[in-house]
């Protein structure tokens, strides 16, 4: 299969709640089901919708990991409140490329946000030295039923749950 640099993208902007809460609090998300759409708006590429279940917990783990993430991989990753705006500057490793994104990110965070992010690769990432992408996400309820805390049903129907991945353990 091949993987395509905005899939990769789509991956980090998933866990884009994970960041860490370095110079000030990294808002939480209202535990429920959140609807991401997402998709580089260069290529013409259809949007990928990601839906995932969230607790307070589970938001928090996600920061956490986020947090772990960026020690290993990032030199860089400051965030910062600009009024109501967040904006986040990256450097990290991604295999042999370096990856320098710059993101801004609107919203409250109860009910919806939005991030654009742009980014450059040096050396290029398979085949491209830069990107950009959007993500919009939106509160849609509570939890479905036979869901838990974690559970991501991506775009083709394919469900995990991300705690339990971080766990290492199989999904129940």
């Known amino acids: 299969m091949k993987i395509r640099p905005s899939a990769i993208a789509l991956f980090m902007l998933a866990c884009s709640t994970a960041l860490p809460a370095l110079a000030i609090d990294y ?24 839906q995932q279940c969230i607790d307070a917990a589970t938001d928090q783990a996600l920061r956490d ?17 600009e009024g109501s705006t967040l904006v986040i500057d990256s450097v990290c490793k991604m295999g042999t490329t370096t990856a320098t994104s710059h993101a801004v990110v609107t919203g409250d965070f ?23 992408f ?27 749950n991300v705690v339990d991945m971080m766990k290492g353990q199989p999904k129940k």
């Open 27 to 50: 808002p939480a998300r209202k535990p429920g089901l959140w609807e991401m759409k997402m998709g580089d708006s260069a290529s013409g590429a259809p949007a990928q919708t990601i």
């Open 65 to 81: 990991m986020g947090q772990g993430m960026g020690k290993d991989a990032c030199s860089k990753q400051e965030i910062r409140r």
């Open 110 to 132: 109860g009910s919806s946000y939005r991030m654009e992010s742009s980014s450059t690769y040096k050396p290029p990432m398979m085949g491209k030295s830069s990107g950009s």
């Open 134 to 160: 959007v993500m919009e996400a939106k509160w849609v309820g509570p939890c479905k039923a036979g869901q838990k805390p974690g559970d991501m049903i991506m775009g083709n129907g394919m469900k995990m």
